[in-house]
């Protein structure tokens, strides 16, 4: 090897500099890898984001603004004729205990000796429109408390509770005829002397949707027990259901067509869009057979429908994981097929189906969709269900449909509640995702 | 008798046939279980399994069928002067059902004797008031013809109730002395069972076809009886949707398509590149603590639910997007003039999708054999290239079976689109501007107080056929591609 044989234009490389080939492949390389970073990185904020806005704006709801005051229950007024008798009390509307709260602020305010120009009407304004009501329930339970002074703790006003909350300031209500920025200056007063404060709201977590006028009473207790009713259905329902078609499917059905069409139905049915569901659930169960709109039972049965294929499918995973060896050793010590699945199979794939059912109801109980349909939206479930059949069979809503709902509202106010909606249900899911890992940890087999 | 107390009732018939059985299989064997043909436990499954089967299954079928022929006969039986000018008969039926139902509660509550109730006359009692102290509101006072219907309906259903209630009873009973009869210590009792068993269990799997049926069924038959008060063309080839519930609507599915699959198509632009990206990060390049960290929190946003997304969307997404792109937004252009717009619904739709995507590929890029990543390296291709140029080529089918199921996931989502991409149909380009889809349609035809003969509700059914075919024909199409995938390397 001589100089003479190099090419005289050959560009001198050496491995120990880049050239500007490699160089850019080098980078070609960085580059590919950053967007990588990029993706998981953009996928993790929208992560972050959409935790950092649930918990920022529902956290409020699990807050409310209470005004406490002390209320003469004034005999005049409530009870005419002196003679507690419970049926002309009744006929005392809320109409008439309204005058009371204007008296009640006007004690107050001389008591603790807030000079405001505001008018008792407006002072009264302050409270929840459920605030004669309260009295009026308190006072009908009990005749006898009639003439006494009782000390009440009422719901403030959705806006004053917004006030309080940071939601309503005085720039944002300059065209808010609701409030005005006396009654805010009479509040800040108020909150002073101790009278209006922000306490824990235990009522939102077991309490009773409210009309669209008095969002700071709107509670998601009943929904919950639709919720709970139609996960109930559910459970009852597709477990069993579920388990004994992949029974039959895993461990009995001959190779045919037939095997071939359930296989393939079960794994079309999966992917079919929930709406089509809540389709079906509308022409048969409501249409045809004529259910109760509403009812959490047809809830039950459509979202049962829906997430069969679900638990089907993790059913059939988890028993194709138990070695055919389990089986051999059932059959040779005499077990007949049956005997073998049912005795020896299914107690070892259990934990793997109970994790895959609880996946299933997750995704059940976050499912909006459908139950728009079948009429679980547009009413209000005032009271709790007091037994199994009323709590199958009587209208009532759902947590994912109470927080739609609420988000159709007019008023923000329920938006703040539907939040809080959605943190109570994701507490739901993620406890229950929870169980099922710590389950599948806890007893997952490898063979 | 409530139905509870029959199921109930039935289910202790089961349980003591259970134990009885046992017992006459031990004694027929001289209490020597040893002389018995199978276990003893199994001659008392035979019996309870001979009780509960037959009686549930009648007392299913009889409760989903006894409303619909009860139904028929007293719609049959209505004159057709009963069904006023304006109203439908499907309408009157249900009057006639909440005429009935009050007076049930009328009985039950003791405010109207039984023979009260069955001898009303719409002349001689303000029927309307009477059921109004039970909280049956009626929209007008009842006719005559309305209030035999509803007594009609009463005795039929009670009728059928006590022949239901009888039928089952007997034969519970009928499956129990037949099978007590035949438990003898040569009976096969286990074979019995065990066919039993079988037999349920092939009905469950059935179950799905069945769910099948009845989604293909229901939509088919409203979708017909759409057609014909619609005119096909219209609705395929047509281009306004305006539903009018006066009549004259003009209801064609091509604008809603266009929404459909513009906010499929944003979804998808979001959706895509960054999980694709993450997931070839994932699978090539992260270590493994980053993997196990990173792949859990992303799927994540697949299992929170939609509503979730929806309100993010209408609450916080879209009006965000009002501030950038709208009147005295942060751009100073005035684009965008509702929160409500494809790019909010789609965007959002996308943060929901990107987990699906990713965990698809993800798979899909592990199942590429290793020998042909060293086989690049060999050759001197540095990490990216491999991936550009042998991996991604490799795991094409399934990537794009990955983005059709993504897809259909996309074109089937209702509840981000329903609060995100507001209610106008037409056939716009501009993201920033409202448009509809085929979901969001389905459920504003839906809900509320439609009647279900008006083709402005039965429209429904067709969109829901329409998008069940669509989803369908894309999940057949990805799981073909994925799986003709597959044969190549496995």
């Not at chain 2, 289910?11 to 046992?22: E, I, Q, S």
Request: aromatic share 8%.
């Amino acid at each position: 090897m001589t100089d003479a044989s190099m090419p005289e234009n050959a560009v001198k490389t050496s491995i120990h500099t880049l050239d500007a080939r490699t160089k850019k492949r080098n980078a070609a390389e960085a580059r590919f890898k950053a967007y990588g970073i990029a993706a998981i990185a953009a996928g993790l904020m929208m992560l972050v984001v959409l935790v950092t806005t649930i918990v920022g704006n529902g956290f409020g709801a699990f807050q409310q603004t209470f005004i406490t005051l002390d209320v003469e229950l004034v005999e005049k007024k409530l009870d005419k004729k002196g003679n507690r008798d419970i049926a002309d009390i009744k006929k005392v509307s809320t109409f008439g205990y309204a005058p009371l709260l204007k008296t009640a602020f006007e004690t107050k305010v001389e008591e603790l000796g807030i000079e405001t120009d505001l008018k008792s009407k407006s002072m009264s304004a302050l409270l929840s429109k459920s605030a004669p009501a309260q009295m009026r329930d308190f006072v009908l339970e009990d005749v006898s408390r009639i003439g006494q002074t009782v000390e009440f703790t009422f719901l403030a006003n959705s806006r004053i509770d917004g006030y309080l909350k940071g939601r309503v300031t005085r720039e944002s209500i300059a065209n808010d005829k609701n409030v005005s920025v006396e009654q805010l200056d009479f509040v800040d007063q108020m909150v002073e002397a101790g009278v209006i404060e922000k306490r824990f709201n235990i009522d939102f977590i077991i309490g009773a949707d409210a009309s669209d006028q008095r969002p700071e009473a709107a509670g998601i207790g009943v929904a919950m027990a639709g919720s709970f009713f139609m996960m109930l259905v559910v459970l009852c329902l597709a477990l069993p259901i579920g388990v004994a078609a992949s029974i039959y499917l895993e461990e009995f059905a001959p190779k045919n067509w037939l095997t071939d069409v359930i296989e393939v139905n079960i794994s079309n049915l999966a992917a079919v869009p929930s709406i089509v569901f809540g389709i079906l659930g509308l022409a048969v169960f409501i249409n045809y057979i004529h259910l109760p709109q509403s009812a959490p039972l047809v809830g039950g049965l459509v979202l049962t429908l829906m997430t069969l294929p679900t638990i089907i499918i993790s059913t059939r995973a988890s028993l194709k994981a138990v070695p055919p060896s389990i089986r051999d050793a059932a059959l040779g010590l005499g077990a007949s097929k049956m005997q073998s699945v049912f005795h020896h199979v299914l107690p070892l794939a259990a934990p793997g189906i109970l994790t895959g059912t609880i996946i299933g109801l997750a995704q059940a109980l976050g499912e909006t969709a459908p139950l728009l349909l079948i009429g679980m939206i547009g009413f209000i479930a005032s009271n709790p269900p007091d037994s199994l059949a009323s709590g199958l069979l009587d209208p009532n809503s759902a947590m994912p449909a109470q927080i739609y709902e609420w988000a159709k509202r007019a008023d923000p106010a329920f938006y703040e509640r539907a939040w809080g909606g959605i943190i109570i249900l994701l507490v739901f899911l993620v406890t229950m995702n929870t169980v099922a890992v710590i389950l599948r940890r806890r007893f997952e087999r490898r063979w | 008798m409530p139905v509870l107390w029959l199921v109930l009732i039935v289910f202790a018939l089961a349980t003591v046939g259970f134990f009885v059985g046992r017992m006459r299989a031990l004694q027929s064997a001289g209490g020597d279980s040893r002389n018995l043909h199978s276990l003893p436990y199994f001659y008392g499954t035979n019996v309870a399994l001979k009780v509960l089967v037959p009686a549930l299954l009648v007392l299913g079928i009889w409760t989903l069928l006894q409303g619909v022929i009860i139904n028929n006969v007293v719609s049959s039986g209505l004159p057709a002067s009963a069904i006023p000018e304006g109203s439908t008969i499907g309408l009157v039926m249900s009057e006639v059902r909440r005429v009935a139902e009050g007076l049930d509660l009328l009985v039950a509550e003791g405010l109207m004797s039984q023979s009260q109730s069955e001898n009303l006359r719409a002349e001689f009692t303000d029927v309307r008031a009477r059921l109004a102290e039970v909280g049956i509101a009626l929209g007008a006072n009842v006719e005559n013809s309305v209030l035999k219907a509803a007594q009609s309906y009463r005795s039929m259903t009670a009728t059928g109730s006590v022949i239901m209630t009888l039928l089952v009873l007997c034969l519970a009973i009928a499956g129990a002395g037949f099978s007590i009869a035949q438990t003898h210590k040569n009976f096969r009792a286990r074979n019995t069972v065990e066919r039993g068993v079988l037999v349920l269990l092939i009905a469950a799997a059935s179950l799905a076809i069945l769910t099948t049926v009845g989604i293909v069924l229901s939509m088919v038959f409203e979708t017909r009886n759409f057609f014909g008060l619609h005119s096909w063309t219209d609705f395929f080839f047509g281009s306004t949707w305006a539903p009018n519930f006066r009549g004259d609507s003009e209801l064609s599915i091509l604008p809603l398509l266009w929404g459909t699959l513009y906010i499929s198509f944003v979804a998808l632009l979001v959706a895509v590149p960054v999980g694709l990206f993450a997931a070839i990060y994932l699978s090539e390049y992260a270590s493994r603590p980053v993997r196990s960290f990173a792949k859990p929190l992303l799927e994540i946003l697949a299992g929170i639910p939609t509503i979730v997304y929806g309100l993010f969307a209408l609450v916080t997404f879209g009006p965000f997007l009002l501030r950038i792109f709208g009147d005295g937004g942060y751009l100073g252009i005035d684009w965008m003039t509702d929160a409500r717009s494809v790019a909010t619904a789609g965007i959002v739709m996308g943060i929901m999708l990107i987990p699906f995507v990713s965990s698809l590929s993800d798979d899909i890029i592990n199942a590429v054999p290793q020998s042909m990543r060293d086989g690049s390296y060999g050759l001197g291709a540095t990490k990216s290239e491999t991936i550009k140029q042998v991996v991604l080529p490799a795991a094409l089918p399934g990537i794009v079976g990955a983005i059709l199921l993504a897809t259909s996931r996309a074109i089937g989502e209702t509840m981000i689109v329903v609060m995100g991409a507001g209610a106008i149909a037409r056939f716009a380009g501009n993201p920033l501007e409202a448009l509809t889809t085929i979901t969001t349609r389905i459920v504003s035809q839906l809900t509320g107080d439609g009647d279900f003969a008006s083709p402005e509700t039965l429209v429904a059914f067709a969109l829901g056929l329409t998008l069940f075919v669509l989803t369908l024909g894309l999940n057949v199409l990805a799981l073909y591609i994925v799986r003709k995938y597959r044969e190549q390397y496995e």
